[in-house]
């Protein structure tokens, strides 16, 4: 069985690649840096480490393909693949989709690509970008390939170790895929679990950990810290992280049914996962891409959005965390920049107006703009 996967990143070594290769998938990793791709083809195996433990286990059966010398390559492992996976960012996915769509006009045969993003519908915007590059082969591939979208759930920080490849990992995990949208035969991996309605899983980790983990970030940063665990060690960001999940799992709740004490338990485990203190992760790895984490279907404005709707209250402590990400600078960071020109121009309403598409007399803009 052979899987290709685009970006042999954190998550796609981390976590994806790891469990195609446990599951007897001969592993293809696509990316960009040619340095990583030379030394997977040079090893043919890496080192996961479970932070906190002794544990650590080799992924094997592996190869690369640098996708920019090598677009043709990558297309005719399409087009014989099994599985195609991505883990690259969200904002990349516009980009990998002409190879994708490339090699998958050259089948006959069923697959499933799935993105493996932190997004609401990721493998549905894929399919998007793929289409449009097809032509008069559009609706022949559409009928032949399932774009199931995916939840992923493992924090895996960015680091440094001399072996390049090696990469250390929380020892907690979640991929959930929907199911309805598989085309042919289900993927038997262990640790994936398949779904008829994906919808309130990915919510509940969307709104959960990375709404918690942006709040850490954003907060930490405001307040003078580098890392995640820093921020958790400070009481005055712990509560307010706690009362921004209190608010997006009153939603959950509301909308999905989940019990309170089983929302409570999951948002006390999220938590203490924050808290690991075998894991580095720095505020600007979990708080990158500030416009992309002010979307309207993102972590932070979409529950506030639902949580206004549902309660006609304002949710101060997301709030908050908003107007934390509209101070957030960081040079290193072009959405930070790029977010940094637009409250110049527009001022924080206007700019956070824009990019969370909200109407002008919006009550979280208000709530917002007060804040500042
Ligand atoms: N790290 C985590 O804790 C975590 C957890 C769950 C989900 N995710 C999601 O996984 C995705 C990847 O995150 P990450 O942390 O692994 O990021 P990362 O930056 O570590 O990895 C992304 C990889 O994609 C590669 N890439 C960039 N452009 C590419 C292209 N055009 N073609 C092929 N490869 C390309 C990069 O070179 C890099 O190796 C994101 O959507 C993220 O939200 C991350
Ligand atoms: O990857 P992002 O930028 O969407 O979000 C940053 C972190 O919150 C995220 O990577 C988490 O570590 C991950 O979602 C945990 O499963």
Same mark, same amino acid.
């Given at each position: 069985?052979?899987?290709?996967?685009?970006?042999?990143?954190?998550?796609?070594?981390?976590?994806?690649?790891?469990?195609?290769?446990?599951?007897?998938?001969?592993?293809?990793?696509?990316?960009?840096?040619?340095?990583?791709?030379?030394?997977?083809?040079?090893?043919?195996?890496?080192?996961?480490?479970l932070?906190?433990?002794?544990?650590?286990?080799?992924?094997?059966?592996?190869?690369?393909?640098?996708?920019?010398?090598?677009?043709?390559?990558v297309?005719?492992?399409?087009?014989?693949?099994?599985?195609?996976?991505?883990?690259?960012?969200?904002?990349?996915?516009?980009?990998?989709?002409?190879?994708?769509?490339?090699?998958?006009?050259?089948?006959?045969?069923?697959?499933?690509?799935?993105?493996?993003?932190?997004?609401?519908?990721?493998?549905?915007?894929?399919?998007?970008?793929?289409?449009?590059?097809l032509g008069?082969?559009?609706?022949?591939?559409?009928?032949?390939?399932g774009?199931p979208?995916?939840?992923v759930?493992?924090?895996?920080?960015?680091?440094?170790?001399?072996?390049?490849?090696?990469?250390?990992?929380?020892?907690?995990?979640?991929?959930?895929?929907?199911?309805?949208?598989?085309?042919?035969e289900?993927?038997?991996?262990?640790?994936?679990?398949?779904?008829?309605?994906?919808?309130p899983y990915?919510?509940?980790?969307?709104f959960?950990?990375?709404?918690?983990?942006?709040?850490?970030?954003?907060?930490?940063?405001?307040?003078?810290?580098?890392?995640?665990?820093?921020?958790?060690?400070?009481?005055?960001?712990?509560?307010k992280?706690?009362?921004?999940l209190?608010?997006?799992?009153?939603?959950?709740?509301?909308?999905y049914?989940?019990?309170?004490?089983?929302?409570?338990?999951?948002?006390?485990?999220?938590?203490?996962?924050?808290?690991?203190?075998?894991?580095?992760?720095?505020?600007?790895r979990?708080?990158?891409?500030?416009?992309?984490? !002010?979307?309207? %279907?993102?972590?932070?404005?979409?529950? *506030? $959005? @639902?949580?206004?709707?549902?309660? +006609? /209250?304002?949710?101060t402590?997301?709030?908050?965390?908003?107007?934390?990400? !509209?101070?957030? %600078?960081?040079?290193q960071?072009?959405? *930070? $920049? @790029?977010?940094q020109?637009?409250? +110049? /121009?527009?001022?924080?309403?206007?700019?956070?107006?824009?990019?969370?598409? !909200?109407?002008?007399?919006?009550?979280l803009?208000?709530?917002?703009?007060?804040?500042?």
């Open positions: 069985m052979l899987a290709v996967h685009f970006g042999a990143g954190n998550i796609g070594r981390g976590f994806i690649g790891a469990l195609l290769s446990k599951a007897g998938y001969q592993t293809v990793f696509v990316d960009v840096n040619g340095e990583l791709i030379d030394q997977i083809n040079e090893r043919s195996k890496y080192t996961v480490e932070a906190g433990s002794e544990d650590s286990f080799e992924v094997t059966n592996i190869s690369g393909i640098n996708s920019v010398t090598n677009q043709e390559d297309a005719a492992m399409i087009a014989k693949a099994d599985l195609i996976t991505t883990a690259v960012g969200p904002h990349i996915l516009p980009m990998v989709a002409p190879v994708i769509a490339e090699g998958l006009k050259e089948r006959t045969e069923s697959v499933n690509v799935i993105a493996c993003e932190n997004m609401i519908g990721g493998s549905d915007l894929l399919k998007e970008h793929v289409l449009e590059h008069a082969e559009k609706s022949r591939v559409a009928q032949l390939t774009f979208n995916a939840a759930d493992r924090i895996v920080p960015d680091q440094t170790h001399e072996d390049k490849l090696k990469v250390t990992v929380e020892p907690y995990f979640e991929w959930v895929v929907d199911s309805t949208d598989i085309k042919g289900k993927p038997e991996i262990a640790g994936l679990t398949l779904v008829e309605d994906l919808t990915i919510e509940r980790k969307l959960t950990v990375n709404t918690g983990h942006a709040a850490a970030a954003y907060l930490g940063d405001y307040y003078g810290h580098q890392t995640i665990h820093q921020a958790m060690s400070d009481s005055r960001i712990l509560s992280i706690k009362g921004a209190h608010e997006s799992g009153d939603v959950l709740i509301k909308k049914g989940f019990t309170k004490e089983a929302h409570g338990k999951y948002i006390e485990t999220i938590l203490s996962r924050f808290a690991n203190p075998d894991l580095s992760d720095e505020v600007t979990v708080g990158r891409a500030p416009i992309r984490k !002010l979307g309207p %279907k993102d972590r932070l404005v979409r529950p *506030a $959005v @639902e949580y206004i709707d549902w309660n +006609k /209250e304002i949710p402590h997301l709030v908050e965390v908003i107007a934390a990400v !509209l101070v957030y %600078k960081q040079d960071d072009p959405e *930070a $920049v @790029e977010l020109s637009l409250i +110049k /121009e527009q001022g924080y309403k206007g700019a956070l107006q824009e990019i969370s598409q !909200l109407s002008e007399d919006h009550p803009l208000n709530a917002v703009e007060k804040q500042m």
